[in-house]
């Protein structure tokens, strides 16, 4: 499968490195705004074409799939070019900055009989299925912490009286949807739709949020998420139940995951070795699943995709955080 990617930020970069780890999947193409970024990009990663004009590239044929790696508010307009070209897409997370993008964009690849994905890593990760597959081992669940905080270099231009894209309205900024998305998606992947949604953020100059709590409340428990582009945190997210608790240590990668059991005189299981970089978790799924039409997965990841963007959107109006564009 030939893969092209939209964007030039590390991300992309760690996307390349994925696509070398994973079998039957080449890159093909880039794109950049700039001819000579462009170009210097596709001869770093060995690309054998490259593209300033989007749809142009949309419309070529050396690539079957794009990965869009691009600020949040050009997703769905890239995304829509692609599929209306019979491209598949992979959209970074977060996929889209409204509801009524998710839903016009699957509809026209539907209509396009391609594939539309969001790449959230940490839900193809070996130790989130571990813990998905042993969540039971605690029992009945009490209380969930969960969290995504890591202080942003970006946050340091927006100090310094600059507009960085990821701290703006215009381009569908602010620390919920670039990093709350994370545990927001491991809450709806274990526990399902939330029965309310109540965001407290910790809003900026610039008319997003640069921090904020979200509640999220099930029955007989609730999962409390902190997201934070503005400081960072140290501590570890957990999954608290009667007979035991879950305890991972970073939510976006599940790298090391370990439960401690009450009953059995502090038993302990771990998670399982895995690669570095978990990005190629995800592309592997993704490819399986073009390749052999694994529908029930993917209508399950669009699902969870779907309800993540429901509560963002939600959380954020209640807080009156709108984006450009947006009523």
Same mark, same amino acid.
């Given at each position: 499968?030939?893969?092209?990617?939209?964007?030039?930020?590390?991300?992309?970069?760690?996307?390349?490195?994925?696509?070398?780890?994973?079998?039957?999947?080449?890159?093909?193409?880039?794109?950049?705004?700039?001819?000579?970024?462009?170009?210097?990009?596709?001869?770093?990663?060995?690309?054998?074409?490259?593209?300033?004009?989007?749809?142009?590239?949309?419309?070529?044929?050396?690539?079957?799939?794009?990965?869009?790696?691009? /600020?949040?508010?050009?997703?769905?307009?890239?995304?829509?070019?692609?599929?209306?070209?019979?491209?598949?897409?992979?959209?970074?997370?977060? +996929?889209?900055?409204?509801?009524?993008?998710?839903?016009?964009?699957?509809?026209?690849?539907?209509?396009?009989?391609?594939?539309?994905?969001?790449?959230? @890593?940490?839900?193809?990760? /070996?130790?989130?299925?571990?813990?998905?597959?042993?969540?039971?081992?605690?029992?009945?669940?009490?209380?969930?912490?969960?969290?995504?905080?890591?202080?942003?270099? @970006?946050?340091?231009?927006?100090?310094?009286?600059?507009? /960085?894209?990821?701290?703006?309205?215009?381009?569908?900024?602010?620390?919920?949807?670039?990093?709350?998305?994370?545990?927001?998606?491991?809450?709806?992947?274990?526990?399902?739709?939330?029965?309310?949604?109540?965001?407290? /953020?910790? +809003?900026?100059?610039?008319?997003?949020?640069?921090?904020?709590?979200?509640?999220?409340?099930?029955?007989?428990?609730?999962?409390?998420?902190?997201?934070?582009?503005?400081?960072?945190?140290?501590?570890?997210?957990?999954?608290?139940?009667?007979?035991?608790?879950?305890?991972?240590?970073?939510?976006?990668?599940?790298?090391?995951?370990?439960?401690?059991?009450?009953?059995?005189?502090?038993?302990?299981?771990?998670?399982?070795?895995?690669?570095?970089?978990? +990005?190629?978790?995800?592309?592997?799924?993704?490819?399986?699943?073009?390749?052999?039409?694994?529908?029930?997965?993917?209508?399950?990841?669009?699902?969870?995709?779907?309800?993540?963007?429901?509560?963002?959107?939600?959380? @954020?109006?209640?807080?009156?955080?709108?984006?450009?564009?947006?009523?």
């Amino acid at each position: 499968m030939r893969i092209g990617t939209v964007g030039t930020s590390w991300i992309t970069e760690s996307f390349i490195d994925a696509i070398g780890e994973v079998a039957g999947v080449e890159l093909t193409a880039v794109h950049s705004r700039t001819s000579e970024k462009a170009e210097d990009f596709a001869r770093k990663h060995g690309a054998g074409h490259y593209f300033t004009a989007l749809q142009e590239m949309a419309k070529s044929s050396q690539m079957d799939c794009v990965y869009i790696a691009s /600020p949040n508010s050009l997703h769905f307009e890239q995304a829509v070019a692609f599929l209306k070209n019979g491209k598949h897409v992979i959209c970074e997370k977060p +996929m889209f900055a409204s509801l009524k993008e998710f839903e016009g964009a699957h509809r026209i690849a539907e209509e396009n009989g391609v594939y539309l994905f969001e790449a959230m @890593r940490n839900l193809y990760t /070996p130790n989130f299925q571990k813990v998905k597959g042993r969540l039971d081992d605690v029992g009945e669940v009490r209380n969930v912490l969960l969290h995504r905080m890591k202080y942003s270099s @970006r946050y340091d231009e927006l100090l310094a009286g600059k507009e /960085p894209a990821i701290f703006s309205r215009k381009f569908a900024g602010g620390a919920l949807v670039d990093l709350g998305v994370y545990p927001i998606a491991v809450a709806v992947a274990l526990f399902g739709k939330p029965l309310d949604v109540k965001y407290t /953020p910790v +809003m900026l100059s610039s008319g997003v949020d640069g921090s904020g709590t979200l509640v999220l409340s099930y029955q007989g428990y609730v999962c409390t998420i902190l997201c934070s582009k503005i400081s960072t945190s140290n501590l570890e997210s957990e999954i608290q139940g009667e007979a035991g608790t879950i305890s991972i240590d970073n939510i976006g990668s599940f790298s090391n995951v370990q439960c401690s059991l009450r009953a059995s005189k502090g038993q302990k299981w771990t998670g399982e070795s895995q690669r570095e970089n978990t +990005m190629t978790y995800e592309l592997e799924s993704f490819v399986q699943i073009i390749l052999e039409g694994k529908t029930s997965t993917y209508e399950n990841m669009k699902a969870i995709s779907r309800e993540v963007l429901a509560i963002t959107e939600a959380a @954020r109006k209640q807080s009156g955080i709108y984006f450009e564009g947006e009523d």
